[in-house]
Nanobody, 123 residues
Framework: VQLQASGGGLVQAGGSLRLSCAAS????????MGWFRQASGKEREFVAT????????YYADPVWGRFTISRDNAKNTVYLQMNSLKPEDTAVYYC?????????????????WGQGTQVTVSS
């Protein structure tokens, strides 16, 4: 599976962005998916995860209630809708795929990674 993340950019605090992650391959629907982020000088951290058919999701506490992960298996795409953005959300955001149907909160659970897209939130 090859993953291509897009949709990052510069936004003011309180604004919104929607990230997309397009996947190649016919087996996309069999993968659990996740979003992670890495701020400058910090460790990569979990953001959100979604099951293979999208019936289960889970979020990191800092983004709970502001971010929404979703997927469209017909389009081989997973999304991250980010609302009420804060300066502390500034990071490179990565999408990842895991060979398992369920949720995953740890980076080591994921087998494939996209190249990352920069999100910058100004105060």
């Amino acid at each position: 599976v090859q993953l291509q993340a897009s949709g990052g950019g510069l936004v003011q605090a309180g604004g919104s962005l929607r990230l997309s992650c397009a996947a190649s391959g016919r087996t996309f629907s069999s993968y659990g998916m996740g979003w992670f982020r890495q701020a400058s000088g910090k460790e990569r951290e979990f953001v959100a995860t979604i099951s293979w058919i999208g019936d289960s999701t889970y979020y990191a506490d800092p983004v709970w209630g502001r971010f929404t992960i979703s997927r469209d298996n017909a389009k081989n795409t997973v999304y991250l809708q980010m609302n009420s953005l804060k300066p502390e959300d500034t990071a490179v955001y990565y999408c990842a795929a895991r060979q398992g149907h369920g949720l995953g909160q740890r980076a080591y659970e994921y087998d494939y990674w996209g190249q990352g897209t920069q999100v910058t939130v100004s105060s």
